[in-house]
């Protein structure tokens, strides 16, 4: 009686998920999902007749059944061997190719040729930037076309390509619209790619997928898809909301908190996201950057050598240019030793040492 309750218990529960990974609402995503169920299949291929075949072998062959085949010296079947060894083979080269395949043409940092199938993207459309910080615990989305920002709230016009610059301002995190695309990293003084296409008008959740702290589980945002006409007058509302993000705002904003409401700033500060990504928002500060490449032309200098070179001994100094050499001579060597090191100073102790070699041993 349990059991039936459980299953349907667990059937409510199931029924109020939204299984948005499987169905998106951007093409890429959508084409994520197709890589996914193309790769599950194909393992299906071979777990479900294993699985078929362990039951049947079992209820074949169990003790009871007196009628099965009883082979006990069989070790050995090619057509047997054949099938167990080509099938999972053919189902590996199958699954490699649609994956590298299916990599390389999604690869986060690689611009989209399409907006959806058979829909390619038309000569001369731009695609909209968005500059993304991961805060601690919220989201920073700058628009550089239009000079605004927002806070915990990202929007897009439909079948328009979307170009992301993500990085965040001290731990890792990752930024997540399953709706639109793949996840993909956001790290400090790192800038990472993403670029992606709504099909969709519609209200979608974003959220970090790597776990960044204690306020992780309510660093989440919204995503509009929106019409060429919904997303001119959202912008106009972002452009009226008033308020600059200069650099001492944006350093009170970093700060961390939990649960930020939406915010907007009509105005950004040019090179914001350059100097977040460098951690140099804090005026005076270095950009990294600019120390790397500071470390890069002091490592290309060459050393200069103070004390010039060390003479070898015994060897001859070699004219300067416009000075005769002086006249070649026999080369005094009366002060060196046979390799052509000088010979050490006499003392009285090393005197009476081979005055006593030079003595005839009895």
Not at 93 to 118: K, N, Q
Not at 266 to 282: D, I, M, S, T
Request: glycine share 8%; charged share 15%; aromatic share 8%.
């Amino acid at each position: 009686m349990m059991r039936p309750i459980m299953i349907l218990a667990t059937s409510f529960l199931l029924g109020g998920c939204n299984m948005v990974v499987l169905n998106p609402a951007g093409d890429v995503a959508a084409q994520q999902r197709d890589l996914l169920v193309i790769a599950t299949v194909l393992m299906l291929l071979i777990i479900i007749p294993v699985i078929a075949l362990v039951a049947l072998f079992a209820w074949r062959y169990r003790a009871s059944n007196k009628d099965a085949n009883y082979q006990p010296n069989w070790d050995h079947s090619t057509q047997l061997e054949l099938l167990i060894w080509a099938a999972p083979l053919l189902i590996i080269i199958c699954l490699g190719a649609v994956t590298w395949v299916g990599t390389h043409l999604l690869d986060p940092y690689r611009p989209i040729e399409r907006t959806a199938s058979g829909r390619p993207i038309a000569p001369g459309v731009k695609p909209l930037e968005v500059e993304v910080v991961a805060l601690d615990w919220k989201w920073l989305f700058i628009y550089p076309e239009y000079g605004f920002a927002t806070v915990n709230e990202l929007a897009a016009p439909v079948d328009r390509p979307i170009a992301f610059k993500i990085t965040a301002s001290s731990v890792m995190n990752a930024f997540y619209v399953p709706a639109l695309a793949g996840m993909i990293y956001a790290m400090p003084s790192m800038e990472t790619r993403l670029h992606a296409v709504i099909n969709k008008p519609g209200k979608y959740t974003g959220m970090s997928a790597n776990y960044s702290g204690a306020g992780f589980s309510g660093m989440n945002f919204h995503f509009y898809g929106m019409s060429d006409k919904d997303f001119a007058g959202w912008v106009a509302r972002n452009k009226a909301a008033g308020g600059n993000l200069d650099r001492a705002t944006y350093l009170q904003l970093e700060r961390p908190s939990e649960h930020v409401p939406v915010q907007r700033f009509a105005a950004v500060e040019p090179g914001l996201f350059h100097a977040a990504v460098n951690f140099c928002v804090k005026p005076g500060t270095v950009c990294t950057d600019a120390m790397m490449r500071q470390d890069a032309a002091r490592d290309t200098q060459p050393t200069p050598n103070e004390h010039g070179p060390m003479p070898m001994p015994g060897a001859r100094p070699m004219p300067m240019p416009g000075h005769s050499p002086a006249p070649a001579g026999k080369p005094d060597t009366a002060g060196l030793t046979g390799a052509g090191l000088p010979r050490p100073a006499s003392t009285p102790a090393s005197v009476a040492l081979a005055a006593s070699a030079s003595q005839p041993r009895l």
